[in-house]
C-alpha cells in the first residue's frame, strides 16, 4: 500500500486512482479539465508544498461539494445489497440517477460535470448504470466495483473543479459517510455486511493520499477513524448494533475534525460538511427503503388498488355498462386528486403520473365513445404507468403488491368464467402468465428466491393448469387451480411482514368488494354477496397477518373496517341495495387500514431512520459551519433548519417525502457558505433556460414529427432513463410510436446486431447504420423533444433490439417482437 501512495503522488491528477480505493482511470481530457476558466467569483491559491494545487473558492467548490454526495450515495446503495436488500440498493441507485438527470443549470450537478470533463461525465453514468444492474441481479460485488468506478470519475472532477487539496478534504469526508453506512447495515440486522463496510473503508483509507495527510496535519483525528473502524468490527462481531452505530458516529465524526485541519478555507470544509449532513439526509432514506414498508408504501398500495379498479372498468365497457365503468373511472381520479398517493406519485415519477393522469382522460373517453379498442389501449396505459409508480414508491417490497394485483385478477377470470366467458377469462390468466414470466414489479425472481418449490408449485403446477382448465372448460381443474394458485400467492406475502402484506390484501379484498359491485350492476345479486362473502372469508383467516395488524395498530378502525364498511358491502348485495356505493365506503376503509398498519409497524428501522436526522440536526446546531452558514445567508440557514425539522417530522410519520426538499436546501446552503449563494440551482434542477438552449440546437429529421400520430398501433414512453414499455410485443405492419414523455432530449437507435437478418435498418433521424446513428446525435440530430415521436412502421418478424444514445449506460433500452 505504501508504495501504491508514493506512486500516485508523483502522477498527480492525471491518476483517478487517488480516489479512496478507486481504480485508476487516467484522462487527457480531465487534465484539459483542470484549466477551466474560473468565474470572477473563485480566487485561485496556488500550490502547496507539495506541489498540489490549491483551493478555489466560489460556486464551482459548492458543484464538487454536491459532486460527494453522489459518492456518497453510491456506497450506500452497495451498503444496502451488504445488508441483504439488493433490491432497494438498486432502487437507490434509479434515484440517483434521476436526480442526477434533473441537476440542470449552469451550476447544476450534470451540467457541470458534462462541461468539466466529458470522459467523467460518461464515465460515471455507465457505471452508475452498471451499479444498479448489478444490484438488481444480486450482484453486490459487481456493484461495489461499479461504485468505485463511478466515484472516481467524479473525483476526477473534483479535482479540476476545486483543486487537488480541497478534493483530499472531500475525499476524507467520502470515507467518513462510507463508514456510516455500517449503522445502516446494523440496524437491519446484517452484521457480516457491517463488517464488511468497516473493511472496505479501512482499505480504501490506506490506499488514499488522504491517509498520510490526515496522519501529518491531525494525528488525533486520524487515529480516531482508524479506532472507529475497528470499533464497527468488533461490535460487529458481537452483533451489538447500538455498538455498531456508535462507532460509526465516531468515524464521521472523525474525517469531519480532520477536514478543517487539512485545508486553511474553512469554507471548503464547512460547505463539505453540508455535503456529508446531505448524504445523511439520504442515509436515512435508505435505511427506511431497506428496512420493511413505510408511507411510500402505503401509497403504492393505493396505485395497486387502482390498477385492480380500471381494469374492472373495462370490464364492464366490454360488458356493455357504459355508465358504470365510467363512473369507475371518474371516481379513481377523484380519489386520486385527494389522496396522498398523488404527490408522493408526483414527486417520486413525474412522467408515469403524468400518463397517469392522461391514461384516465382518455379511458374516460374512450368508454364515452364506445370505443372498445380506446378502451384497452387507455387501460393498458394507466396499469403500465402505475407500475412505475409502484415500483418507484415500493422499491424491493413491489412483488408482493403484484402478488395482491394478481389475486385480485384471478378473481376477475374466476367471475367471467362463472358467467359463460371461459375465453375470456383463459386470455386474462395469459396476461397474468405474461407478466409473470416478464417479471414485472420484479415478482418472478423474488418468489424463486423465496421458495423454488413454492415457485413451482404455483407457476407450473397451478398457473399453467388454471389456463388450460380455462380453454378446456373443466368445471374441476378450474377450481383447483384457481385455489392453487392463490394458496400459493398468500403463503408467499406470508414470508413477509404483517405490514407489507396488508398492501396485498388491501389490493385483493378491494378488488373483490368491486367485483361485487360490478356483478350487481350485471344483475347477479346472489354472485355479488357470494364474492363479498369471499373478501370477509380471506380477512377472517388472517390474510397472512394483515388482520391482527389492523385490530392491533387501531381497534376502532378494525370495527369500522370488518363489521361496518365489509358487512355494508354484503348487507347491500344481500337486499338488493346500492353495492357499489357501499364498495366505495369500504375501499376508503382500506386503504386508511393498510396506512394504520404500516405506521404502526414502521418500527426500528423508522426510528433509527429519524435519528439519523435528528442526529444531523443536533451536529449541525454545535459545528462550525451553523455560523458560517447563518452569518453567509440569514434565508439559507433558516430554509436549511426548517427543511431538517419537517424531514424529521416526517420520518417519525413513515415518510422519507422530505429527503429531497432537505437535500435541495443543504445544497443551497453549501452555496451560501463558499459566498455563491445566487448560484444555487432551484429546487431539483436547475435553471430553466440552460435546457430550452440546449434542445434549441438538436434536431429530429425523417419520421421525427410533433405529437403522436393517431394512426400510430402502439405507443413507447420514452421517460428520464427508461422506455415504458421496456419491451413490446407488435404485428408486421404496425406503425409504432416513441413518445417523449420526460426528461433530456432523447433517440431511438436499433442495435445493428440485434436485428432480424432481412431487416431494414431503423433509427431517429432516418440514418442507415447504428455508427451513423450513434455519430448523427453528437452532431444533435436524430432527437426526440418534447412533445415529439418517432415514428417507425415493422415490416420484419424477429426481436429488434434497440436504445437510446444519451442515457444508453443508464440502460435505457428496449425490444421489440414482431409476429408474422
Same mark, same amino acid.
Given at each position: 500500500m505504501p508504495q501504491r501512495r508514493d506512486l500516485l503522488k508523483t502522477v498527480g491528477i492525471a491518476a483517478t486512482g487517488l480516489l479512496a480505493g478507486c481504480p485508476s482511470q487516467g484522462s487527457s481530457e480531465s487534465n484539459t479539465a483542470a484549466n477551466t476558466e474560473t468565474t470572477a467569483q473563485e480566487a485561485t491559491a496556488g500550490t502547496d508544498s507539495?506541489?498540489?494545487?490549491?483551493?478555489?473558492?466560489?460556486?464551482?467548490?459548492?458543484?464538487?461539494?454536491?459532486?460527494?454526495?453522489?459518492?456518497?450515495?453510491?456506497?450506500?446503495?452497495?451498503?444496502?445489497?451488504?445488508?441483504?436488500?439488493?433490491?432497494?440498493?438498486?432502487?437507490?441507485?434509479?434515484?440517483?440517477?434521476?436526480?442526477?438527470?434533473?441537476?440542470?443549470?449552469?451550476?447544476?450537478?450534470?451540467?457541470?460535470?458534462?462541461s468539466t470533463s466529458k470522459a467523467a461525465y460518461e464515465g460515471f453514468e455507465e457505471a452508475l448504470g452498471a451499479v444498479q444492474s448489478s444490484l438488481s441481479e444480486g450482484d453486490v460485488s459487481g456493484a461495489a466495483s461499479a461504485a468505485n468506478e463511478a466515484s472516481g470519475h467524479l473525483q476526477t472532477a473534483q479535482q479540476a473543479a476545486a483543486g487537488q487539496r480541497a478534493t483530499?478534504?472531500?475525499?476524507?469526508?467520502?470515507?467518513?459517510?462510507?463508514?456510516?453506512?455500517?449503522?445502516?447495515?446494523?440496524?437491519?440486522?446484517?452484521?457480516?455486511?457491517?463488517?464488511?463496510?468497516?473493511?472496505?473503508?479501512?482499505?480504501? $483509507? +490506506?490506499? &488514499?493520499?488522504?491517509?498520510?495527510?490526515?496522519? #501529518? !496535519?491531525?494525528? *488525533?483525528? =486520524?487515529? @480516531? /477513524? %482508524?479506532?472507529?473502524?475497528a470499533g464497527i468490527s468488533s461490535a460487529a462481531g458481537s452483533e451489538d448494533a447500538s455498538g455498531v452505530t456508535e462507532q460509526a458516529r465516531a468515524a464521521l465524526d472523525a474525517t469531519v475534525s480532520g477536514a478543517y485541519a487539512l485545508v486553511q478555507e474553512e469554507s471548503v470544509a464547512g460547505a463539505g460538511h453540508l455535503a456529508t449532513m446531505q448524504a445523511r439526509g439520504w442515509d436515512a432514506a435508505a435505511l427506511a427503503a431497506g428496512?420493511?414498508?413505510?408511507?411510500?408504501?402505503?401509497?403504492?398500495?393505493?396505485?395497486?388498488?387502482?390498477?385492480?379498479?380500471?381494469?374492472?372498468?373495462?370490464?364492464?365497457?366490454?360488458?356493455?355498462?357504459?355508465?358504470?365503468?365510467?363512473?369507475?373511472?371518474?371516481?379513481?381520479?377523484?380519489? $386520486? +386528486?385527494? &389522496?396522498?398517493?398523488?404527490?408522493?406519485?408526483? #414527486? !417520486?415519477?413525474? *412522467?408515469? =403520473?403524468? @400518463? /397517469? %393522469?392522461?391514461?384516465?382522460?382518455?379511458?374516460?373517453?374512450?368508454?364515452?365513445?364506445?370505443?372498445?379498442?380506446?378502451?384497452?389501449?387507455?387501460?393498458?396505459t394507466v396499469d403500465t404507468n402505475l407500475v412505475a409508480g409502484i415500483e418507484a414508491l415500493a422499491g424491493g417490497n413491489a412483488p408482493v403488491l403484484q402478488s395482491g394485483f394478481f389475486r385480485a385478477r384471478f378473481a376477475d377470470a374466476r367471475e367471467l368464467y362463472r358467467q359463460g366467458k371461459a375465453s375470456r377469462a383463459a386470455t386474462l390468466v395469459s396476461d397474468l402468465f405474461g407478466?409473470?414470466?416478464?417479471?414485472?414489479?420484479?415478482?418472478?425472481?423474488?418468489?424463486?428466491?423465496?421458495?423454488?418449490?413454492?415457485?413451482?408449485?404455483?407457476?407450473?403446477?397451478?398457473?399453467?393448469?388454471?389456463?388450460?382448465?380455462?380453454?378446456?372448460?373443466?368445471?374441476?381443474?378450474?377450481?383447483?387451480?384457481?385455489?392453487?394458485?392463490?394458496?400459493?400467492?398468500?403463503?408467499?406475502?406470508?414470508?413477509?411482514?404483517?405490514?407489507?402484506?396488508?398492501?396485498?390484501?388491501?389490493?385483493?379484498?378491494?378488488?373483490?368488494?368491486?367485483?361485487?359491485?360490478?356483478?350487481?350492476?350485471?344483475?347477479?345479486?346472489?354472485?355479488?354477496?357470494?364474492?363479498?362473502?369471499?373478501?370477509?372469508?380471506?380477512?377472517?383467516?388472517?390474510?397472512?397477518?394483515?388482520?391482527?395488524?389492523?385490530?392491533?395498530?387501531?381497534?376502532?378502525?378494525?370495527h369500522r373496517f370488518e363489521d361496518e364498511a365489509l358487512g355494508g358491502v354484503i348487507s347491500a348485495a344481500n337486499d338488493?341495495?346500492?353495492?357499489?356505493?357501499?364498495?366505495?365506503?369500504?375501499?376508503?376503509?382500506?386503504?386508511?387500514?393498510?396506512?394504520?398498519?404500516?405506521?404502526?409497524?414502521?418500527?426500528?428501522t423508522g426510528a433509527a431512520a429519524a435519528s439519523i436526522v435528528s442526529d444531523v440536526f443536533a451536529t449541525f446546531e454545535n459545528a462550525a459551519v451553523h455560523d458560517k452558514l447563518e452569518n453567509a445567508d440569514a434565508a439559507a440557514y433558516e430554509g436549511y433548519e426548517a427543511a431538517l425539522n419537517d424531514y424529521v417530522a416526517g420520518l417519525e410519520s413513515g415518510s422519507t417525502d422530505g429527503a429531497?426538499?432537505?437535500?435541495?436546501?443543504?445544497?443551497?446552503?453549501?452555496?451560501?457558505?463558499?459566498?455563491?449563494?445566487?448560484?444555487?440551482?432551484?429546487?431539483?434542477?436547475?435553471?430553466?433556460?440552460?435546457?430550452?438552449?440546449?434542445?434549441?440546437?438538436?434536431?429530429?429529421?425523417?419520421n421525427v414529427v410533433e405529437g403522436v400520430p393517431e394512426d400510430a398501433d402502439h405507443v413507447v414512453d420514452m421517460q428520464a432513463v427508461a422506455f415504458n414499455p421496456e419491451e413490446l410485443t407488435v404485428s408486421v405492419g404496425d406503425k409504432v410510436a416513441w413518445k417523449h414523455a420526460g426528461g433530456e432530449a432523447h433517440n431511438v437507435v436499433a442495435y445493428e446486431e440485434e436485428l432480424p437478418e432481412d431487416a431494414t435498418y431503423w433509427a431517429s433521424g432516418g440514418f442507415e447504420s447504428e455508427s451513423a446513428a450513434r455519430e448523427g446525435w453528437e452532431n444533435g440530430k436524430g432527437a426526440v423533444q418534447s412533445g415529439q415521436s418517432y415514428v417507425h412502421t415493422f415490416e420484419t418478424a424477429g426481436e429488434h433490439g434497440y436504445f437510446c444514445v444519451p442515457h444508453e449506460a443508464a440502460g435505457m433500452v428496449g425490444t421489440v417482437v414482431v409476429e408474422e
Open positions: 507539495s506541489g498540489e494545487s490549491g483551493v478555489s473558492v466560489g460556486p464551482m467548490t459548492a458543484v464538487a461539494t454536491e459532486w460527494n454526495v453522489y459518492r456518497a450515495r453510491l456506497y450506500d446503495a452497495v451498503a444496502l445489497g451488504r445488508a441483504g436488500a439488493p433490491g432497494a440498493g438498486a432502487t437507490v441507485a434509479q434515484n440517483i440517477f434521476a436526480r442526477f438527470e434533473g441537476a440542470s443549470g449552469e451550476y447544476g450537478a450534470h451540467e457541470q460535470l458534462e483530499r478534504v472531500l475525499d476524507l469526508l467520502l470515507l467518513g459517510s462510507r463508514a456510516s453506512n455500517a449503522a445502516m447495515a446494523g440496524t437491519l440486522g446484517a452484521f457480516e455486511g457491517a463488517a464488511t463496510i468497516a473493511e472496505e473503508t479501512m482499505t480504501a $483509507f +490506506e490506499d &488514499a493520499l488522504v491517509y498520510s495527510q490526515i496522519e #501529518e !496535519a491531525d494525528a *488525533e483525528s =486520524y487515529e @480516531a /477513524f %482508524e479506532s472507529a473502524l428496512g420493511g414498508a413505510g408511507a411510500d408504501y402505503a401509497h403504492a398500495t393505493t396505485l395497486n388498488t387502482y390498477r385492480a379498479r380500471v381494469h374492472d372498468a373495462g370490464w364492464l365497457a366490454r360488458a356493455g355498462e357504459l355508465d358504470t365503468a365510467a363512473t369507475m373511472v371518474e371516481d379513481v381520479f377523484a380519489h $386520486f +386528486e385527494s &389522496a396522498a398517493a398523488h404527490d408522493a406519485l408526483e #414527486e !417520486a415519477d413525474g *412522467e408515469a =403520473y403524468e @400518463a /397517469f %393522469e392522461s391514461g384516465l382522460s382518455d379511458l374516460s373517453s374512450a368508454i364515452e365513445n364506445e370505443n372498445t379498442e380506446g378502451v384497452a389501449s387507455a387501460v393498458e407478466r409473470f414470466e416478464k417479471n414485472q414489479l420484479d415478482f418472478h425472481e423474488t418468489l424463486e428466491e423465496t421458495s423454488e418449490d413454492l415457485y413451482h408449485r404455483f407457476e407450473e403446477e397451478h398457473l399453467a393448469g388454471l389456463q388450460s382448465a380455462y380453454e378446456n372448460g373443466e368445471d374441476d381443474a378450474v377450481g383447483t387451480h384457481h385455489d392453487g394458485v392463490l394458496a400459493a400467492l398468500l403463503e408467499f406475502e406470508s414470508a413477509h411482514s404483517a405490514a407489507v402484506a396488508s398492501g396485498s390484501g388491501a389490493t385483493y379484498m378491494a378488488g373483490l368488494t368491486f367485483d361485487a359491485a360490478a356483478t350487481s350492476t350485471l344483475g347477479n345479486a346472489d354472485r355479488a354477496a357470494s364474492t363479498a362473502q369471499e373478501a370477509l372469508a380471506f380477512f377472517e383467516s388472517g390474510a397472512a397477518g394483515y388482520h391482527e395488524a389492523l385490530e392491533d395498530a387501531n381497534e376502532d378502525l378494525y338488493g341495495g346500492d353495492v357499489y356505493a357501499a364498495a366505495k365506503t369500504f375501499y376508503g376503509a382500506a386503504i386508511e387500514s393498510v396506512t394504520a398498519v404500516v405506521g404502526s409497524s414502521s418500527g426500528e429531497t426538499a432537505f437535500a435541495d436546501a443543504a445544497r443551497t446552503a453549501a452555496f451560501a457558505v463558499v459566498g455563491a449563494v445566487d448560484s444555487a440551482p432551484s429546487g431539483s434542477g436547475g435553471h430553466s433556460g440552460e435546457s430550452e438552449e440546449t434542445e434549441s440546437s438538436l434536431s429530429g429529421g425523417p
